[in-house]
C-alpha cells in the first residue's frame, strides 16, 4: 500500500492488487499512512501457489476492478 | 464518586490527510506502468493483466518495473522514474 | 471469496488513533475510571494486551520509568510501524509499566525501539510478514548485571524478570504503539512463542571468546543491545565430540535444512553456543572468526533440494543472490556470508546444548546499537542528531 499511495501522491491512478486474505490489513494500512481514498483491486486468495490456469482466472477478475479504479477511484 | 486514572498505550497517530490523485478519462493512448514487487506469480499476473488490458486498449505504451526486495517500500528514485514514464499504474502482490 | 476470516475486534480496528493529530503534551491520563474498577480486566476490555494480564500503570510508576528515560515525557522516540504510533518517552514508559518493568531497565528498552526503527531492521516488513518471525534481543555489557539480566541457565526461558519484561515491553509496544495485531496488520501465519518475550544476554562471563559487540567494534564496558528478526531457537544436541568441529559439524547440520527461511531468502541467522560446547571449541584453538567461517563453509543445501527436485518446474528465485549458482549439484549457502553469522555464547554451564536461530531473510538486516548512546571506538561523537568531528 505504501508504494501506492507514494504514486497516487505524484498523481499516477494506481490500481493496486491485494489477495482477499489482506482486505483488512489494506485498509489499514491506507489509513495509518493517510489516503483513506486509495481503493485496491482485491482478487481471491491465495496468488502463490496456483496453476497457470488459476492465475487466469485471478487476471479476469482483477480486470474489470483496475479499469475502475482509474477511471472512478473505486472498485464497484 | 472516586476515581482511578487509566492510561493510552498506543500513542497518537499523526497523519496528515492525503488525497488519491485526480482520475484519468479514458485509457485510451495512456502510458502503462507495472510495479512488481516480486512475490511469487505477482510477474505471471502482471504479464497476463498487462497482455489482456493492452488488447483492449490503444496503450501507448507499457512499462514493467520490479522492486528491489518485496518487503520494504520502493525507493523513492524508483517511484520517481514510474512517475516520470507512465500515466496510471498497476502494482501486484500484496498477499 | 477467500476463507472466512475469524471474528476480529471492530473497535480494535476504529481505535488506532488516527483521529488523534495532536501530541499529548505531559503525563495525561487517557480517562479516569471509578475506583475500585478491575483495571487488568479493564485493559483487557480495551485490547491493550497481549494475552497475559497487564500491570496497571500508576502515575507513580509511569513519573518513575520516565525520569530514567531521562524525563521530557513528550520526547518522541520513534514512530512505530505499520501504524506509525508516535512513540514518546510517556507512551514507552506506560508499556514499560504494563509489562512488569523495572524503571531500570529503560535504557535498555529505549535503545532497543530505536534499533528497531532503524531502516535497515524494515519493522513494516517484519511486524506484518506471514512468517514467524519476531525481533530476538540480545544484550551485551555492564548493563546485564546492573539490572539483574540472566545470561546463564534457562536463558530463552522463564524466571527473570529482567529478560521477560523488557521482552515483554518491547512486544506491547509493537502491538499497541505499532498496531501489529494479529489478523489486522500482523500476517504472521502460525506466530511463535518469542512473540510473548525474546530477549536474552549474551554469557560474557562464562564465554572463553571476545563478547559479540567487542567483536563488533565497542568497547567491553559499553553495553549494547542486538536486534534480530528470528525464528524460535533449534536446539543442537551434541554429546560425542570433543572438538571443534565435531561441535560445529551438528551446528551445521542444524542450519542445513530446506525450509528454515535464511535457506530461501538469504539475509542474518544466529548461533547460540552453550556454554560447554563453547569451552570445547576453545580447547581447539578456535576463535569466532574460525567459527563463523567454518559454519559457513560447511553448511548448505542442495540447489535441486531447496524445490522439490524438479518437480514443479525450473525456479530461479531472486531472493537469493544471482552468485549462486541455480544448478542440481551446486551447494547453495544459508547465508551468503560467514559475517551474516551472529554468534553468542549464551545458557547454563551444564548440558551439550547449543542452538541455531534462522532469521527471516535479506528483507531485514539485524541492528547493534549502544546502550545511552555508546558507539564503536572510532565513530564520531553525536548527540541528539549533531556529530562532532
Not at chain 2, 486498449?57 to 518485496?70: I, M
Not at chain 3, 504510533?85 to 514508559?93: C, I, K, N, P, R
Not at chain 3, 501489529?180 to 501465519?189: F, N, Q
Not at chain 3, 570433543?242 to 542444524?254: F, H, K, P, R, Y
Request: hydrophobic share 40%; charged share 20%.
Amino acid at each position: 500500500m505504501h508504494d501506492a499511495v507514494m504514486l497516487e501522491s505524484r498523481g499516477r491512478p494506481t490500481a493496486v492488487i491485494i489477495t482477499s486474505e489482506f482486505a483488512l490489513e489494506a485498509e489499514a494500512q491506507r489509513d495509518a499512512l493517510g489516503m483513506a481514498g486509495l481503493n485496491a483491486v482485491v482478487i481471491a486468495h491465495p496468488l502463490s501457489s496456483l496453476t497457470d490456469a488459476e492465475i487466469g482466472q485471478r487476471i479476469e477478475q482483477a480486470l474489470p476492478q483496475i479499469e475502475r479504479v482509474w477511471l472512478v477511484g473505486r472498485t464497484a | 464518586m472516586k476515581t482511578m486514572p487509566v492510561y493510552d498505550p498506543r500513542g497518537v497517530v499523526e497523519a496528515a490527510p492525503l488525497v488519491i490523485s485526480p482520475r484519468v478519462k479514458q485509457l485510451d493512448g495512456l502510458r502503462v506502468g507495472l510495479l512488481d514487487n516480486t512475490k511469487w506469480n505477482a510477474n505471471k499476473l502482471l504479464r497476463g493483466l498487462r497482455d489482456r488490458l493492452a488488447a483492449m486498449h490503444a496503450f501507448g505504451t507499457t512499462n514493467y518495473y520490479r522492486k528491489e526486495s518485496f518487503a520494504a517500500a520502493a525507493a523513492p528514485a524508483l517511484l520517481d522514474r514510474i512517475a516520470a514514464e507512465n500515466d496510471i499504474v498497476v502494482t501486484a502482490i500484496g498477499d | 471469496m477467500g476463507p472466512a476470516r475469524p471474528p476480529l475486534t471492530r473497535a480494535r480496528i476504529l481505535n488506532m488513533g488516527k483521529t488523534d493529530i495532536l501530541h499529548a503534551p505531559s503525563p495525561t491520563p487517557a480517562t479516569q475510571v471509578p475506583e475500585g474498577t478491575d483495571l487488568i480486566e479493564w485493559y483487557y476490555e480495551r485490547g491493550c494486551s497481549d494475552g497475559l494480564p497487564v500491570v496497571p500503570p500508576t502515575p507513580a510508576k509511569i513519573a518513575a520509568a520516565v525520569a530514567a528515560l531521562g524525563g521530557e515525557s513528550g520526547l518522541l522516540v520513534a514512530r512505530v510501524p505499520p501504524r506509525w504510533g508516535s512513540l514518546t518517552h510517556e507512551v514507552l514508559a506506560i508499556n514499560m509499566v504494563m509489562a512488569g518493568c523495572q524503571p531500570e531497565y529503560a535504557p535498555v528498552v529505549e535503545a532497543a525501539m530505536l534499533a528497531l526503527c532503524e531502516a535497515p531492521f524494515n519493522l513494516n516488513g517484519v511486524q506484518a510478514t506471514t512468517h514467524m518471525a519476531s525481533p530476538l534481543l540480545v544484550v551485551n555489557g555492564p548493563v546485564r548485571r546492573a539490572i539483574g539480566m540472566n545470561a546463564g541457565c534457562n536463558v530463552f526461558g522463564s524466571g527473570n524478570r529482567a529478560n521477560a519484561t523488557i521482552g515483554r515491553a518491547l512486544r506491547l509496544i509493537l502491538l499497541n504503539v505499532g498496531g501489529g495485531w494479529p489478523g489486522v496488520l500482523d500476517k504472521s501465519t502460525l506466530g511463535h512463542p518469542g512473540k510473548y518475550t525474546y530477549c536474552i544476554a549474551e554469557n560474557e562471563e562464562v564465554s572463553p571468546f571476545a563478547p559479540y559487540h567487542v567483536e563488533h567494534g565497542y568497547r567491553p564496558e559499553d553495553s549494547t543491545v542486538f536486534l534480530l528478526a528470528a525464528e524460535p531457537p533449534h536446539s543442537v544436541t551434541n554429546h560425542f565430540a570433543n572438538d571443534a568441529e565435531g561441535v560445529l559439524d551438528s551446528v551445521c547440520s542444524a542450519m542445513s535444512t530446506i525450509c528454515n527461511n535464511n535457506a530461501v531468502s538469504a539475509g542474518h541467522c544466529a548461533v547460540v553456543l552453550g556454554p560447554e560446547h563453547a569451552a570445547t571449541i576453545a580447547k581447539s584453538g578456535w576463535k569466532r572468526h574460525d567459527i563463523r567461517h567454518y559454519l559457513w563453509a560447511h553448511s548448505g543445501n542442495r540447489w535441486d533440494d531447496l524445490y522439490g527436485r524438479g518437480r514443479y518446474g525450473k525456479v530461479y528465485n531472486r531472493n537469493l543472490p544471482v552468485w549462486y549458482k541455480r544448478e542440481p549439484d551446486a551447494r547453495t549457502p544459508i547465508v551468503p556470508s560467514p559475517d551474516n553469522i551472529h554468534l553468542f555464547v549464551a545458557g547454563g554451564e551444564a548440558g551439550r546444548f547449543s542452538a541455531f536461530i534462522p532469521g527471516w531473510g535479506h528483507m531485514s538486516s539485524p541492528v547493534l546499537r549502544g546502550v545511552g548512546g555508546a558507539r564503536p571506538a572510532g565513530a564520531p561523537e553525536c548527540a541528539d542528531g549533531t556529530c562532532a568531528v
